[in-house]
């Protein structure tokens, strides 16, 4: 062990990095600032099918967006499986595992013979067995007393022995287990804090066990993560909630927000001050202000934060930001239509409306759209159940055929229109005009259209009435 604090990241490749990951990831980065110390990235590879760029890439890649850098690795396991066969062959040598050629089924019928509850039940412990083309090989549990986890979270948690069976270590295929890697690995790298999910809580008694029988010493402190729920508290899941990382990036949410919200679940900041900048973060926390109880990962939440971060965010940055999704080919309108300079003039108002900026072509679609598209319920309130609207409608048509076509003289005419009838002129407009009753104000917006193209909106209404 080491006196500086070593924690490690040790995801598998799964094509994808998911917020649950993340958030672990982001603890082990936090606690090794906190503290000084040193955050190791490592790949758990030993399944060979895993062994694709992609897949790192899938890791890499959204760790570096968030700003999560570490100072050593990544480290392959599939580039040290050398180390863990030797450990392997050292605790067979020592009488600590065995070799075991029982198939599946062949267990399921000794314990149906024997009367058994389902499970392996040291069947080949004592045959003295040898190594060959079919066989695992086994690490021989204790029979009695526990193995205690002291959980820097969870505080004190005790596994029975007699309830963990002789669990493979080696498959026959050669290729060993991710129980030895990590006990192997963490003990060549000097890990001091294990920090991950709880889910992973059931596999520490016997990597702990592993342990203790390679003679590695003091074990590091585990700390295990309280579990990721969605709205209706079960585990999130990536076949009905949004889990993965790259989504949130492809939609426009930005990093830093991602990070205040992911370091919210399960943790929080003694003042109750919850958006700040990483910096207060890593200054205020630790390990053992982290909750037991599960974290609701809240996309509302994460959707208030990160409108709060991109409202900070400078005029020329957020244009940046945003050019991605309105100058992409699936805009709700003719890319001929688009101009980046009306976007630009209208930028500040979006900016201060949207959530993410992926939302930023629904506040100006009708800006650049061929035909204007109504929102029913706007139509009703803003046009059906309205007073006076076809008088509003006429008289604002008849002000804006001859109008200077500048903003300040375009809400003049609208107002104008509004004392001279006695009734909102503007909301009759506005649904007219951008198919619904909220949004961005009107009056730049419409002086940046075609002045035809907003008499013909204001037309359509008339005959749609």
Known sequence: MTDQ????????????????SARSALFNWLYARHTGGIFVLRIEDTNAELKQQEFIDAIVEPLQWLGLDWDEGPYFQSERTHLYLEAIDQLVADGKAY?????????????????????YHGFSRDLGLPDSDDAVVRFRTPDTGATVIDDAIRGRVEFENEH?????????????????????????????????????????????????ALGYGQAPQYAHLPLLVNEQRKKLSKRRDDVSLGDFRAKGYLPEAM??????????????????????????????????????????????????????QSPEQFLADVAPFVESPDTPWPAENYSAETFALLAPEVQSR?????????????????????????WNKGIVKAKLVPEILAEVLAKFETCTWEPDAIKEAVF??????????????????????????????????????????????????
């Open 164 to 212: 963990l069976e002789d669990f493979v270590i080696r498959r026959s295929d050669k290729s060993p287990v991710f129980l030895v890697a990590n006990a192997v690995d963490d003990a060549d790298m000097g890990i001091t804090h294990v920090v991950r999910g709880e889910d992973l809580l059931n596999t520490t008694p016997k990597v702990q066990l592993l342990w203790q």
């Open 259 to 312: 990070l205040n919200h992911l370091a919210l679940l399960g943790w929080g900041p003694d003042d109750e001050v919850e958006i700040r900048p990483i910096a207060e973060i890593i200054e205020q926390f630790d390990l053992a202000d982290v909750n037991k109880g599960s974290a609701f990962f809240d996309t509302k939440k994460l959707d208030h934060i990160n409108g709060e971060y991109v409202r900070k």
């Open 354 to 378: 949207v959530a993410v900026h992926s939302e930023a072509p629904n506040f100006v679609d009708w800006v650049f759209a061929d035909e204007v598209t109504y929102d029913e319920k706007s």
């Open 99 to 119: 070799f075991c050629t029982l198939t599946r089924e062949q267990i399921d019928a000794l314990c149906e013979e024997r009367g058994l509850p389902n499970g």
């Open 416 to 465: 104008a229109v509004g004392e001279e009838l006695g009734a909102k002129s503007q909301v009759p407009v506005r649904v007219a005009v951008t198919g619904r009753n909220f949004g961005i104000p009107l009056w730049d917006a419409l002086a940046a259209m075609d002045r035809e193209k907003v008499l013909a909106r204001l037309r359509a209404a008339q005959g749609r009435l």
């Open 5 to 20: 604090i070593r924690v490690r990241f040790a995801p598998a490749p799964t094509g994808y990095l998911h917020v649950g």
